[in-house]
Each structure stands twice: as C-alpha cells, then as structure tokens.
C-alpha cells in the first residue's frame, strides 16, 4: 500500500474529537473527516472516492479505521457519532 504525498491527506489532530460512546479523544485525519462527511451526506464510497481522487479501495480503508475509532459497526451508525460530535458537517 502506497501512502498519499498530499496535503489534503496528511495527519493532522482534530481537537475536540471523542468515541461515539463519550469515551477519550480521538484523532481524524482531514481525510477521514472528508469521508465521514461523504458518508453522512448518504454517498456511496464509489462517489466519494470520485469526490476525492481518491481509489474506492482507499475509502474502504478508512471506513475501516473510522468505524474503529468512532466504536460503531456500520456507516450509519458512524454518521450518527459524526453527527452527535459536532464534526462540521
């Protein structure tokens, strides 16, 4: 796996972030944001991957690690924690 060389995918800390449950904070990538907000918007990652120039494959990916990180097992409920977090949507 290649890593992005851009600025739009560098790791960068979101303050103010925490697990869906209330639990400790968590830290996003501007591009999980970006994904997280695809995802709440009600897209599928083919159309967010489109969105971002990103591979399909790449939005899996950080489904994955969002869906870790917010605690949840599936997109919906990662866009509620999304939501209930406040994450600029």
Known sequence: MTMERNAHSAIAP???T??????PATQ???TQIKVLRGVHSGQLN??????LGI?????KAH???LM??????????AAIAAQR?????
């Not at 925490?18 to 639990?23: I, N, R, T, Y």
């Not at 591979?55 to 939005?59: D, I, L, R, S």
């Not at 870790?68 to 409920?77: E, M």
């Open 14 to 16: 979101m303050p103010e």
């Open 18 to 23: 925490a697990h869906a449950d209330g639990g």
């Open 28 to 30: 996003f990538t501007p």
């Open 46 to 51: 083919k159309q967010i991957a489109y969105d």
């Open 55 to 59: 591979a399909e494959a790449t939005v």
């Open 63 to 65: 489904m994955t690690t």
């Open 68 to 77: 870790r990180k917010l605690n949840v097992r599936n997109r919906t409920q």
């Open 85 to 89: 977090m406040s994450l600029s949507l």
